[in-house]
């Protein structure tokens, strides 16, 4: 199922969301496995080790996990040595590039853009919805607002990463910016709940479990008018749902949490499983 994306031939449009590859060490392995897309990171400016451990709970039987990573990330300059070589490993295979950058101010984000820019990755994804943040993106309106604002300017493909959980009006409010700045969306994050066996307390929920609420906002998008690229992201993990994703309005298809249940042979699993369901239909 080849695509083109912002002018570039993409093998096909399934590949791994952000939070497998923090660092990227994983990326030369990760695109042998015949991906059309990687999202590397969250990378954050400052190194961080993230919260205590335990920070996941899995639910094998609810094909969904429990995660409070905290954001861990040997940090923006460590990962710039190594970008050249990461693009270099993931260009040989066609490999669509996304750097995702969390920050926890303005200036943070506009640092890492304005030094990411020379490289040659395809895209950038705003990661300002994690469970993390505990919601300042999304509490503050205005200040989001002036991000979304200010980073106009970036020559290269930019997604926002939307939260789930979230109310419409907020929805309503951030599609509509990015439809007319121009930025693409990832829809979605993972949706933040309770849980005690989590050193912090609370995590985010991803995996199957969320799969119905990320195609409605998908869908919802669409319906408001959003013209520009979707990935579409939360508790795929049958090869039915790409293409489901797909027809409620995604472009590229990615997963993060059968990954983490499946390593690499999710990827082959899932391509198997959309050629016989594509099989199925012709
Ligand atoms: C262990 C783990 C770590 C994650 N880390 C990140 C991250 O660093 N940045 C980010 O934007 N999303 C992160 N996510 C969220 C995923 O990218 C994705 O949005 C979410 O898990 C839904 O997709 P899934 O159901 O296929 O896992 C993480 C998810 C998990 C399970």
Known sequence: ????????????PIGLGAGIDKDGFLTP??????????????????????NPKPRIIKYPGLKAMVNA??????GFLDF????????KEARKLGVYVIVSLAGFS?????????RIRVYDIDAVELNISSPTYHGSWLTDRKYLGDLLRLIEYFPKALFVKLPLGADMDFYRWIVDIANKRGYGLT???????????ISVGYGGLSGYPIYPLVKALISKARK???????IGLGGVMYGWQILDLMRNGANLVG????????????????????????????
């Open 224 to 230: 408001w008018g959003f013209g520009d690229l979707i």
């Open 69 to 74: 990573m905290g954001l861990p990330s040997r």
């Open 106 to 114: 303005i200036g943070e984000f506009l640092y890492m853009l304005d």
């Open 80 to 87: 710039l040595v190594r970008l050249p070589g990461l693009v």
């Open 1 to 12: 199922m080849p695509i083109e994306i912002n002018g570039r031939l993409i093998k096909n």
């Open 187 to 197: 829809i979605a994050n993972t949706l933040p709940i309770r849980e005690s066996r």
């Open 29 to 50: 392995r990760i695109v042998r496995t015949g991906i059309g897309f990687i999202t590397i990171g969250s990378v954050t400016l400052k190194p961080r080790t993230g």
């Open 255 to 282: 997963v993060v949490t059968a990954f983490g249940f499946e390593g690499p042979f999710a990827f082959g699993r899932l391509f198997r499983e959309l050629s016989m369901e594509v099989g199925e239909r012709h």
